[in-house]
């Protein structure tokens, strides 16, 4: 089984009322964890890659350990660019083996959005590449985007169908009420998402597969060891699961996940240095991280995305 796109894999979590984990990888040990859990529960995947990752582990290094990973799995693997910017980097990624790319010209004018979109879509599909594009600005921060919650904005549902159409959009990312990072509501907030946008824009774009960004559930378990083992992050409130579960049975065929894994990932370290403080070989504490990981991508795969042996 080669790297796939995503389509197939959409088509069926529509029609099976489930979604497709797209995880971010950096290294080794992330890859490993999620593609080994993927492996024991037969689930099909998205490995996605931001502009931050790039930069870190080089394009060429992430795309072999990718490959390595569906040699080693046998599973499908979509291999997809989080959050592209501008054309530029679509375009190196596509002509560097990607099967999807993100175009995010959610910071843009509507018609601007379009019009980038559109570039990057004629390309990718030139190429036999899939795009999913955004309408609608997250709160929250990544690499080089810091969207405050003053300037978020929820999709408007009377925009979606004429951006598909003009664009030619494979997927769509929409803003209801997730974000992205560790940081989600402050305590004392009530996590809320917008169904009714969700289902209005369903019904605007039927059997069209929607993308939801920020949907970490910031998992309190790793926070707690996170502070346990010298830590001192302040009480974080992610997406609760029952509504990801519900997201996942409608049209939302993808659904994005990174800050728990750096959670996984970090708390795993801690732990491991905390009771081996002479431990000095990477791998003695690098290996708790990884599993860890792999803990956390059956627990999603299983019990929040409902993909289980739908490789
Ligand atoms: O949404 C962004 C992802 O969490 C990637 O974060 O840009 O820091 O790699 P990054
Ligand atoms: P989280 O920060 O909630 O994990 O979101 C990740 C994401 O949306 C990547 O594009
Ligand atoms: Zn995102």
């Given at each position: 089984m080669p790297i796939t796109t995503s389509a197939e894999m959409f088509k069926k979590a529509y029609e099976g009322k489930y979604a497709i984990g797209a995880f971010n990888v950096n290294n080794l040990e992330i890859i490993q964890g999620i593609t080994e859990a993927a492996k024991e529960l037969n689930a099909p995947l998205i490995l996605q890659v931001s502009a931050g990752a790039r930069k870190y582990a080089k394009h060429v290094y992430l795309m072999k350990l990718i490959e390595a990973a569906v040699l080693d799995t046998g599973l499908p693997i979509c291999v997809h660019l989080d959050?592209?910017?501008?054309f530029e980097i679509c375009k190196s990624c596509i002509d560097g083996g990607f099967t999807s790319v993100m175009i995010?010209?959610?910071?843009?004018?509507f018609e601007d959005n379009i019009k980038l979109t559109s570039e990057v879509v004629k390309y990718a599909h030139d190429r036999g590449v899939v795009v999913e594009g955004e309408l609608g600005k997250l709160a929250g921060i990544e690499d080089d985007v810091n969207v405050s919650e003053e300037d978020a904005a929820f999709t408007r549902p009377e925009e979606v169908e004429e951006f598909v159409k003009r664009t030619g959009v494979d997927s769509l990312a929409i803003a209801i009420g997730t974000s992205h990072g560790a940081y989600k509501f402050k305590p004392g907030q009530t996590p809320h998402l917008r169904f009714d946008i969700l289902e209005d824009i369903t019904k605007r774009l039927p059997n069209f597969p929607i993308v939801l960004h920020g949907?970490?559930?910031?998992v309190p378990e790793y926070v707690k060891i996170i502070n346990e083992y010298g830590g001192s992050m302040p009480d974080a409130i992610g997406i609760p699961e029952d509504m990801l579960r519900q997201a996942a049975r409608s049209a939302v065929c993808k659904i994005n996940i990174d800050s728990d894994l750096r959670l996984g990932m970090t708390a795993g370290i801690r732990e491991h240095m905390a009771k081996h403080?002479?431990?000095?070989?990477p791998r003695q504490y690098l290996a708790p991280g990884r599993d860890n990981i792999r803990t956390l991508v059956k627990h999603k795969i299983k019990e929040v995305l409902g993909c289980d042996g739908k490789a």
């Open positions: 959050h592209g910017d501008d995010d010209g959610s910071k843009h004018s949907a970490s559930s910031v403080p002479d431990h000095f070989d």
